[in-house]
T-cell receptor, first 118, second 114 residues
Framework: AQTVTQSQPEMSVQEAETVTLSCTYD???????LFWYKQPPSRQMILVIR??????QNATENRFSVNFQKAAKSFSLKISDSQLGDAAMYFC???????????????FGTGTLLAVQP | ETGVTQTPRHLVMGMTNKKSLKCEQH?????MYWYKQSAKKPLELMFV???????ENNSVPSRFSPECPNSSHLFLHLHTLQPEDSALYLC?????????????FGPGTRLLVL
C-alpha cells in the first residue's frame, strides 16, 4: 500500500523569505500523481500544485515550485517570497495513475502547519 | 469558493441523534467523495461515488451511511455516533475516469458528538 509522510508537523518562515516543506512517499508503482494542498484556518482546502510522475520537469505555479526526486520518492514544496496569506496547513497527497473502479483515491500525509512571521 | 458547498458548517449531536450532512457541487463533476479529518491524522477516505454509483467503501462503520441521489449532491447520514467520530468531514468532487483529475474540496462540516 502507498504511504505519504510529512516529517515536519510545523514550520515557520519570515515574510518575503523562502521555505521548503518536505514530503516523502512509498509506492511500487511507476506512474502516479502528486499534489500539494493548502488548508487555511477555517477555510477550504485548495490545490496548490500537482506533478505527474512521468514528467521529469518540476512543476511551478507562480511562487510555488516542487522538487520532485522520483528515485528518492521525495516531493518537496518550495514557497518563495512568503506572504502572510500563505499561513496554512499544507498536505502532500498521492494518487495512483492506475484506475480501478473509476476511483480517484488520494492518499494524504499528516500535514505541515506553516506560520508566516511579519 | 471552489464550487463545492457543505451544510451545515458546524454540528453538535448526541450519540442517539440522527443527522445528515449535505454536499453540493456546481462544477459539473461526476465523482464525489467523503473524507474524515481528525487532528494529527491523515485525511481518511470514507466513500467514493462515481457516476452515482458507490465504488469505494473504506471499511467505514455502518453508523455512517452515504447517499448520492445525483451527480451534484452527496449526503452522509449519521446515526448512533460515538464521541470518537467527532472530526471535520470533508466532501470533494472531481471528474471521474482515468488521467489526472484534481479533487476540489468543500469547506467541511465540523462535527462534535457528545
Amino acid at each position: 500500500a502507498q504511504t505519504v509522510t510529512q516529517s515536519q508537523p510545523e514550520m515557520s518562515v519570515q515574510e518575503a523569505e523562502t521555505v521548503t516543506l518536505s514530503c516523502t512517499y512509498d509506492t511500487s508503482e511507476s506512474d502516479y500523481y502528486l499534489f500539494w494542498y493548502k488548508q487555511p484556518p477555517s477555510r477550504q482546502m485548495i490545490l496548490v500544485i500537482r506533478q505527474e510522475a512521468y514528467k521529469q520537469q518540476n512543476a511551478t505555479e507562480n511562487r510555488f515550485s516542487v522538487n520532485f526526486q522520483k528515485a528518492a520518492k521525495s516531493f518537496s514544496l518550495k514557497i518563495s517570497d512568503s506572504q502572510l496569506g500563505d499561513a496554512a496547513m499544507y498536505f502532500c497527497a498521492y494518487r495512483s495513475a492506475i484506475q480501478s473502479g473509476a476511483t480517484n483515491k488520494l492518499i494524504f500525509g499528516t500535514g505541515t502547519l506553516l506560520a508566516v512571521q511579519p | 469558493e471552489t464550487g463545492v458547498t457543505q451544510t451545515p458548517r458546524h454540528l453538535v449531536m448526541g450519540m442517539t441523534n440522527k443527522k445528515s450532512l449535505k454536499c453540493e457541487q456546481h462544477l459539473g463533476h461526476n465523482a464525489m467523495y467523503w473524507y474524515k479529518q481528525s487532528a494529527k491524522k491523515p485525511l481518511e477516505l470514507m466513500f467514493v461515488y462515481s457516476l452515482e454509483e458507490r465504488v469505494e467503501n473504506n471499511s467505514v462503520p455502518s453508523r455512517f451511511s452515504p447517499e448520492c441521489p445525483n451527480s451534484s449532491h452527496l449526503f452522509l447520514h449519521l446515526h448512533t455516533l460515538q464521541p470518537e467520530d467527532s472530526a471535520l468531514y470533508l466532501c470533494a468532487s472531481s471528474r471521474a475516469g482515468a488521467g489526472e483529475e484534481t479533487q476540489y474540496f468543500g469547506p467541511g462540516t465540523r462535527l462534535l458528538v457528545l
